[in-house]
């Protein structure tokens, strides 16, 4: 007998409390165990059976009981608490999405089934941003949760959990987002969202044109939200986590000292000592400067001029800049276009200093070789044949 959908929402509403702890325990555990389950029960005064006909819990092949998989999600989903999955796993995504794709391109005359592989492609896809957009959350979550150091653990400790973060986690995930890495699954999302912009305008069949757009616009939205997830990892969370792995044990010590700071004998920096503001020589000294004074001295008048300041270059401002324009396909091209808008004059020491951008550990670069990918530029009135740079988003090769 099919059982109202209002009728299982209103069971966990009522029972919301009971399942915060089977959701836990499954977190924890991966089962529940049938003893531990009717624990809960009794407890709360709940029939057990209820979760076996509501299938929120399935049985396994010993007694015991797990969670279903959707009902897993829901839960990781209202409570916030999702499952760190390993970028390995979320690797099956680059199969899937390819070979759905690949039967896409094959198929001409089945109508039918260019909807369904439209859809499955459209799921497949859905379902990569959500796993993207929760494993960053969690990131998110813990690595502010190890800053604060919510869980007490040691300095040693916090240096090993954000490592492990970076080499198993961020540095994974970006390669998956990178489309400039071969392990990219964006750059596969980006050539079907390619094809589908041609279908879209040139497919023979108006309704299945009508598909391809839907296709299409859902895959520019998923480009710009895993666009948007590759900034935040690269540009907010990975410092974040360095900074953790390189946070300043003079600052610690401090912490230790102020806690408790009758404990140690504080060095001299910290005693107050009582000295004069004024020498024994004072008034001599006060005497010279009168008599300097007092002394005609000659004045020069000079024409005055406008006076110039030098060139400072802002650094952090010229690179907020690369980074909003990223990805650049012509370096050089970029920093006469940028220089001509932001300054009067382009000068040498302009260019080389905006140039030097290419080695900040947010970039990545790639230098186009051969004479055909030569670019002029003139700076100064001279004219410079330099190489075509692409630049990327990058990640720090510390560890």
């Given at each position: 007998?099919?059982?109202?959908?209002?009728?299982?929402?209103?069971?966990?509403?009522?029972?919301?409390?009971?399942?915060?702890?089977?959701?836990?325990?499954?977190?924890?555990?991966?089962?529940?165990?049938?003893e531990?389950?009717?624990q809960?029960?009794?407890?709360?005064?709940?029939?057990?059976?209820?979760?076996?006909?509501y299938?929120?819990?399935?049985r396994t092949?010993?007694?015991d009981l797990?969670?279903?998989?959707?009902?897993?999600?829901?839960?990781?989903?209202?409570?916030?608490?999702?499952?760190?999955?390993?970028?390995?796993?979320?690797?099956?995504?680059?199969?899937?999405?390819?070979?759905?794709?690949?039967?896409l391109?094959?198929?001409?005359?089945?109508?039918?089934?260019?909807i369904?592989?439209?859809?499955?492609?459209?799921?497949?896809?859905?379902?990569?941003?959500?796993?993207?957009?929760?494993?960053?959350?969690?990131?998110?979550?813990?690595?502010?949760?190890?800053?604060?150091?919510?869980?007490?653990?040691?300095?040693?400790?916090?240096?090993?959990k954000?490592?492990?973060?970076?080499?198993?986690?961020?540095k994974?995930m970006?390669?998956?987002?990178?489309?400039?890495?071969?392990?990219?699954?964006?750059?596969?999302?980006?050539e079907?969202?390619?094809?589908?912009?041609?279908q879209?305008?040139?497919?023979p069949?108006v309704?299945?044109?009508?598909?391809?757009?839907?296709?299409?616009?859902?895959?520019e939205?998923?480009?710009?939200?895993?666009?948007?997830?590759?900034?935040?990892?690269?540009?907010?969370?990975?410092?974040?986590?360095?900074?953790?792995?390189?946070?300043?044990?003079?600052l610690?010590?401090?912490?230790?000292?102020?806690?408790?700071?009758?404990?140690?004998q504080?060095?001299?920096?910290?005693?107050?000592?009582?000295?004069?503001?004024?020498?024994?020589?004072?008034?001599?000294?006060?005497?010279?400067?009168?008599?300097?004074?007092?002394?005609?001295?000659?004045?020069y008048?000079?024409?005055?001029?406008?006076?110039?300041l030098?060139?400072?270059?802002?650094?952090?401002?010229?690179?907020?800049l690369?980074?909003?324009?990223?990805?650049?396909?012509?370096?050089?091209?970029?920093?006469?276009a940028?220089?001509?808008?932001?300054?009067?004059?382009?000068s040498?020491?302009k260019?080389?200093?905006?140039?030097?951008l290419?080695?900040?550990?947010?970039?990545?670069?790639?230098?186009?070789?051969?004479?055909?990918?030569?670019?002029?530029?003139?700076?100064?009135?001279?004219?410079?044949?330099?190489?075509?740079?692409?630049?990327n988003?990058?990640?720090?090769?510390?560890?």
């Amino acid at each position: 007998m099919r059982i109202d959908p209002r009728e299982i929402l209103r069971f966990i509403e009522r029972n919301f409390e009971a399942v915060r702890q089977i959701f836990q325990l499954q977190k924890e555990d991966s089962i529940i165990r049938h003893e531990t389950l009717y624990q809960i029960c009794n407890t709360n005064d709940i029939e057990p059976k209820k979760f076996l006909d509501y299938k929120i819990l399935k049985r396994t092949g010993n007694n015991d009981l797990q969670l279903t998989t959707y009902y897993q999600y829901f839960f990781e989903f209202i409570l916030r608490e999702f499952s760190l999955e390993l970028p390995a796993a979320i690797e099956k995504y680059r199969l899937s999405i390819t070979q759905i794709y690949n039967q896409l391109i094959d198929e001409h005359n089945n109508k039918n089934l260019i909807i369904t592989q439209i859809n499955n492609l459209i799921q497949q896809v859905k379902e990569f941003t959500e796993a993207i957009d929760n494993n960053i959350t969690r990131l998110d979550d813990d690595t502010k949760d190890l800053k604060a150091n919510i869980q007490k653990i040691s300095y040693v400790q916090k240096v090993e959990k954000a490592t492990e973060w970076i080499e198993y986690f961020i540095k994974p995930m970006n390669n998956i987002l990178d489309n400039n890495h071969p392990d990219s699954i964006t750059s596969i999302i980006a050539e079907v969202s390619n094809y589908a912009n041609q279908q879209r305008l040139f497919y023979p069949d108006v309704n299945l044109r009508i598909q391809f757009d839907k296709l299409y616009a859902h895959l520019e939205a998923a480009n710009k939200e895993l666009l948007t997830q590759l900034s935040y990892l690269v540009q907010t969370l990975l410092p974040l986590i360095h900074r953790i792995k390189t946070e300043s044990q003079i600052l610690s010590g401090f912490i230790e000292f102020m806690k408790n700071p009758l404990k140690h004998q504080p060095p001299a920096l910290f005693k107050i000592t009582d000295f004069n503001i004024y020498t024994r020589n004072a008034n001599l000294n006060a005497k010279e400067v009168f008599e300097h004074l007092t002394s005609p001295q000659p004045v020069y008048l000079d024409e005055m001029r406008d006076f110039v300041l030098p060139w400072r270059f802002e650094r952090e401002e010229y690179k907020q800049l690369l980074l909003k324009s990223l990805p650049v396909e012509n370096f050089c091209q970029w920093i006469v276009a940028t220089l001509n808008k932001k300054e009067e004059d382009i000068s040498w020491e302009k260019f080389m200093s905006v140039s030097t951008l290419l080695f900040e550990e947010d970039v990545l670069m790639e230098v186009q070789n051969g004479r055909s990918n030569d670019f002029n530029i003139t700076v100064e009135n001279l004219n410079l044949k330099v190489p075509i740079i692409k630049v990327n988003y990058g990640i720090s090769s510390q560890s």
